[in-house]
């Protein structure tokens, strides 16, 4: 039996890379957010997939989290140079992955081929699965019309009022056909953003009715500290959607598939109320900037979903 983490981008990653370091590939499978995917000077774009790859594989950027370490610009400035988009940073060493994957796309292969491909030779061991190898797309209702992800969350800055988000094509995506939902026994949605990264994983029909599934406990470890997210625009998007940023408004948000949930030891306090809606909750340090903190938290996930597996 394995557990089976869903997580997006830098948030997610974090405590992707704890449960990494306790279980092994056969333990452990991640489901991965491609409503963030575009395609970008002719290239197919796959931020959280490729986020979760140098996370796990120790390429990522530590001050940025999305991107490569030790990266170059070349490529970049060249372009720039010319006239053509920088808007989005592409490096040189990460252009190399978009050039490849989109080549092996061009060739028929599957987007889950190809992230096993790229993890592979970057000496991933864990199993990186996009959540559907059917197009999904995030697009954002802002005030300033329909956005793409991407041009939300970056040429835009996430400075556009969000009046609703859709996931196109999540209604007729299929599930990742690799999974093999009978083999899960612990689910856990690791504290990427509700709205942007870990709703297009649960838009798609088939996943969203298995995690309704009274036998696999559900877990969540909430985004948000004290009354607001660590990173990213969760709290603002909250906010504009006419939520109270807090743990009750994650319950709720999750409703319909949670079990327990992770709240930060300073909203220890929240636990009684989210206890009286049905769901089980603790509180531990969900603030990860180390390794350890990372591996901790993993830990600490793990045993409260063992406990609730009971
Ligand atoms: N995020 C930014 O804010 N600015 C960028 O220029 C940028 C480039 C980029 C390139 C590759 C990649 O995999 C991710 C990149 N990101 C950038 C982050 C990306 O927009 C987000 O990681 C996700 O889509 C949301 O988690």
């Known amino acids: ?23 092994n590939p056969e333990q452990l499978v991640f489901l991965v957010n491609t409503g963030d995917d575009f395609c970008h000077l002719g290239l197919h774009i796959s931020p959280d997939l490729d986020t979760l790859t140098y996370s796990l594989a120790g390429h990522a950027c530590p001050t940025k989290g999305w991107g490569r370490r030790d990266e170059t610009w070349s490529f970049l400035k060249t372009i720039q140079d010319l006239g053509g988009p920088a808007w989005f940073q592409l490096g040189d060493k990460d252009l190399a ?68 988000i859709k996931y196109d094509g999540a209604d007729r995506a299929r599930l990742n056909s690799i999974l093999d939902l009978a083999t899960i026994s612990i689910v856990v949605i690791c504290p990427s953003n509700p709205y942007l990264s870990v709703d297009p994983i649960l838009a798609v029909s088939e996943f969203r009715n298995f995690l309704r599934n009274p036998h696999v406990p559900v877990l969540a470890v909430s985004p948000i ?8 625009p969760t709290t603002k998007i909250m906010t504009e959607l006419g939520h109270t940023v807090n743990n009750k408004t994650i319950v709720r948000h999750y409703a319909d598939i949670l079990t327990g949930l992770i709240v930060d030891e300073g909203d220890a306090k929240d636990c009684e109320t989210i206890k009286d809606l049905g769901i089980e909750c603790i509180a531990r340090n969900t603030v990860m900037r180390t390794i350890d903190d990372r591996v901790r938290l993993a830990r600490e996930t793990l045993e409260f979903g063992k406990a609730l597996s009971r």
């Open 1 to 23: 039996m394995s557990v089976l983490a869903i997580t997006g981008g830098v948030g997610g990653a974090k405590l992707a890379v704890g449960l990494a370091h306790l279980l």
């Open 97 to 164: 992955l978009h050039i490849y994957r989109t080549q092996l796309l061009n060739e028929g292969g599957s987007l889950t081929a190809a992230t096993k491909a790229i993890t592979k030779a970057l000496g991933v061991k864990h199993s990186l699965l996009p959540c559907s190898d059917d197009r999904i797309a995030t697009v954002v209702d802002s005030d300033v019309g329909q956005l793409s992800f991407q041009h939300y969350f970056v040429k835009h800055q996430c400075r556009p009022r969000v009046n609703g």
């Open 225 to 232: 500290v004290q009354g607001r997210a660590l990173k990213g």
